[in-house]
């Protein structure tokens, strides 16, 4: 079965950089949802997006950006890079009305130096 | 606001040993509410889910764990572990409906030996 596809799977920056991320949910899921998990750390909510409208916003810096377009995929940018930006970040994906379950991708390890 | 408690940051045990994981959560609100496995430098892995029904799931690779509304508990249970079930364990809940966001617990470090 199809899963959520996540580009690029490492990325390695330097401070003040940008950085774009990428996400592809399983086909005809409507929602996508970032998350960011630090080391050794749970994964924090960042943002999400129903139906191309963002539903919901977490502890998000300003410097960090996203949308969703209308293939339902998603884009995470992220500018200004600090070292503390370096973590793993997630996509992952649902469906409404069948019941809240969310479909992770592999994740992309961002490394800022 | 929903939170998710995991007392149990490791829990080390010897292969084919039953064991348990604890976790309890807190919601003003209706939650569904989940346990995830993450193996080194993978994703995250539903291993089952709590919707509404039946209080006891049951989920992949011999996983179940019991619904308990009146102590706010989900803990996850294993009657006997392998090798390959050491992994970080997370508990999350979300509001019921659509498009709601994950809180994890801090997750659960399982150090299956033999």
């Known amino acids: 079965a199809a899963g959520v596809i996540q580009s690029p799977r490492h990325l390695i920056k330097e401070k003040r950089e940008t950085a774009t991320l990428k996400c592809y949910p399983i086909p005809r899921h409507d929602t996508v949802y970032w998350y960011q998990q630090g080391p050794g750390q749970d994964p924090q909510f960042l943002i999400s997006?129903?139906?191309?409208?963002?539903?919901d916003k977490g502890s998000i810096p300003d410097r960090f950006s996203a949308q969703q377009f209308s293939d339902y995929h998603s884009e995470l940018n992220m500018s200004s890079l600090e070292l503390g930006d370096s973590a793993l970040y997630f996509c992952?994906?649902?469906?409404?009305?069948?019941?809240?379950?969310?479909?992770f991708g592999p994740g992309t390890r961002l490394t800022v130096l | 606001a929903q939170s998710v408690t995991q007392l149990d940051s490791q829990v080390p045990v010897f292969e084919e040993a039953p064991v348990e994981l604890r976790c309890n959560y807190s919601?003003?609100?209706?939650?569904?509410l989940f346990w995830y496995v993450q193996y080194p430098n993978q994703g995250l892995q539903l291993l089952l889910k709590y919707l509404s029904g039946s209080t006891l799931v049951k989920g992949i690779n011999g996983f179940e764990a019991e619904f308990n509304k009146s102590q706010t508990s989900f803990h996850l249970r294993k009657p006997s572990v392998h090798i390959s079930d050491t992994a970080e364990y997370f508990c999350a809940v979300s509001r019921t409906g659509t498009a709601s966001k994950l809180t994890f617990g801090t997750g659960t470090r399982l150090q299956v030996t033999l």
């Open positions: 997006f129903y139906e191309k409208m963002q539903s």
């Open positions: 919601s003003s609100v209706s939650v569904y």
């Open positions: 992952a994906s649902s469906r409404a009305g069948r019941g809240g379950e969310q479909f």
